[in-house]
């Protein structure tokens, strides 16, 4: 009987790379992250949980880099590069949400505007339409990535005579408003392929 259509196990080379290495890191964060705002409320604790979010929050901009130059883009980092981004904000925004530092309705949000932009790419996807990613959406997650950093240093984190919680409130919204106005770009691009198809 002959074997299954690809069967042949993929080589380890194509899965143990520096890329996938840094997307595994961002994963990893995810429990410290949370074990430190669940544990002592002090500032020392805050900033350990700021500096490891914003060092694991940094690796999705080499990751992707590094493996484009290199070409070692793998089915796998495909999959997982996306999926840590989203676990590690959801992880964040949850402990901060805990410590009553982010509205709740803030996070909701946040949280269902990547719920739908993800289920629209997937369905632009096996419809054949691609939908290239915008300015709005990269300036957005950057926004978000240091918003999250400075809410997490808390209130008794002050150098520099800033008040770094209070700029990260004031940058989560600047996020969450081109979160929105990101979002509804990327489903009129959508609309407007779906029609550019069916009048071809």
């Given at each position: 009987m002959s074997s299954p259509i690809n069967s042949s196990p993929i080589p380890s080379s194509r899965v143990y790379n520096l890329p996938n290495a840094l997307t595994a890191i961002r994963i990893?964060?995810?429990?410290?992250?949370?074990?430190l705002v669940y544990g002592r409320n002090t500032a020392w604790n805050d900033?350990?949980?700021?500096?490891?979010?914003?060092?694991?929050?940094w690796t999705d901009f080499f990751d992707g880099m590094i493996?484009?130059?290199?070409?070692?883009?793998?089915?796998?980092?495909k999959i997982m590069d996306p999926m840590a981004d989203k676990l590690l904000v959801l992880a964040a925004l949850l402990m901060l949400i805990?410590?009553?530092?982010?509205?709740?309705?803030?996070?909701?949000?946040?949280?269902s505007r990547e719920i739908a932009v993800s289920g629209l790419r997937s369905l632009?996807?096996?419809?054949?339409?691609f939908i290239p990613s915008i300015l709005s959406a990269k300036i957005k997650t950057w926004l978000e990535g240091f918003a999250i950093a400075f809410l997490l240093?808390?209130?008794?984190?002050?150098?520099l005579g800033i008040e770094w919680m209070e700029l990260g409130g004031v940058l989560l919204y600047a996020?969450?408003?081109?979160?929105?106005?990101?979002a509804a770009i990327y489903f009129r691009n959508y609309y407007e392929g779906t029609v550019s198809d069916a009048a071809a």
């Open positions: 990893v964060a995810i429990p410290a992250v949370v074990a900033f350990w949980a700021a500096a490891l979010f914003g060092f694991a929050f493996a484009r130059r290199t070409k070692t883009i793998t089915r796998l980092g805990h410590l009553h530092r982010v509205q709740v309705i803030t996070a909701i949000l946040l949280l632009a996807g096996s419809e054949g339409i240093l808390g209130p008794e984190n002050r150098w996020a969450l408003a081109l979160a929105l106005w990101s």
